[in-house]
């Protein structure tokens, strides 16, 4: 089957939608599926990745409707261009404001949110009216709705009565005998005795409230990695090098990827994930599959992925992250049995050779029953 992703950033970047797309074309693929990605880009141009066509388009109209009219672009791309496109696949609630326009032509669509975008911070308060009216304009107008995490499932049988299929997104299992990068050394870190902040700068995902609970907290001989970054706000990550100011045992490394975060990833003390709202967080998975003890706010999007085995802390409390910073330093010993536990809850129920069958026997079902019987040939060879 031939599918169009329509609604990411460059996938180079492999941020969290990103990422999800990255895996899922490259797993499909493997499948016999035919992929096209659109990314938005500071470049037009086009490449193949791991086997599938990567479609860049650059950068217009501005943050707030550079993914709608990049939406738009890319739909009418693939509808002249790819003509034989049979699944538009749209990622988050702006760019799929333009599915109409492929269902006019009888070919179908999907819908996956990745979040509530709406409640993101990064979004003026009247962008953020304007992204809820887009949840709920699509939520009604969508057959066809795929969500990252239950708590969205629900959210959408409650608020709109509209069924949606819980897909959640996944990950690799790290290979057998990985070789650390040199950024331990290069920042003077030492294993197991360092705590790790990986993903986006931004004010939801609190790494502000991390830094203030960690310098409050009896961290003696621990450092604080803060691992990510924004370019699009540069103020805000200024205002955290502000907080971090004297203090030689918090660590900016900027975006990491590659060996660099897997060496990160592999041996920190403990993986903080404080956010105030997720979707359901692919850096999370990927700490849990390198055995990462994991200091989580305790919303349903991280109880999703984490089970019984999270160190919970309140969003946006500073006494509770300090208060389970100083708990996992001193209770090591007993918490090591967690390391194993989400290492195989991930290997159980979130890699991505379990995700993108689930996928396709979603997508076989959305495209008729003519594309079944060749999906599910693919899945008996494996």
Known sequence: MKIAFIG??????????????????????ELGHEPIVYCESNRNGIECVNGFKVIYHKSFGGRFFCKILLSLKSTIHALTKEGDVELFHYNAWPPSLWSWIPRLVGRKALLEGHGHEWKRTKYTPFQQKIMHFM?????????????????????????????????????????????????LSRYELERGRYF????????DKNPDYLIKAFRKASTAGYKLVIAGSNDPQPEYVEH????????????????VYGADKNTLLRHNTAFCIPST??????????????????????????????GDNGIWVTAEDIDSLAEKIEYTINNSDTLSQIKEQNRQR????????????????????????????????????D
């Open 8 to 29: 990411g950033r460059d996938i180079k970047t492999l941020g969290g939608i990103e990422n999800y797309v990255f895996n899922l074309a490259t797993h499909l693929v």
């Open 135 to 183: 949840e709920w304009f699509t939520a009604k107008i969508h057959k066809n709705i795929l969500v990252v995490s239950d708590e969205q499932r629900l959210y959408f049988a409650t608020h709109y009565s509209r069924h949606c299929v819980t897909i959640p997104t996944a990950v690799n299992m790290p290979k057998e005998n990985e070789a650390d990068s040199d950024i």
């Open 196 to 203: 790790l902040y990986l993903g986006r700068l931004v004010q």
């Open 240 to 255: 955290l090098h502000h907080l971090a100011a004297g203090d030689k045992n918090i660590i900016f490394t900027g975006a």
């Open 277 to 306: 709202i997720e979707g359901l967080a692919i850096t999370l998975l990927e700490a849990m599959s390198y055995g990462s003890i994991c200091i989580a706010s305790d919303i349903p999007s991280n109880k999703e992925g984490l």
């Open 346 to 381: 991930i290997e159980q129920n979130f890699t991505w050779d379990i995700i993108t069958k689930r996928y396709v026997e979603y997508i076989s079902n959305v495209c008729g029953d003519s594309h079944h019987s060749s999906c599910q040939s693919n899945h008996d060879k």
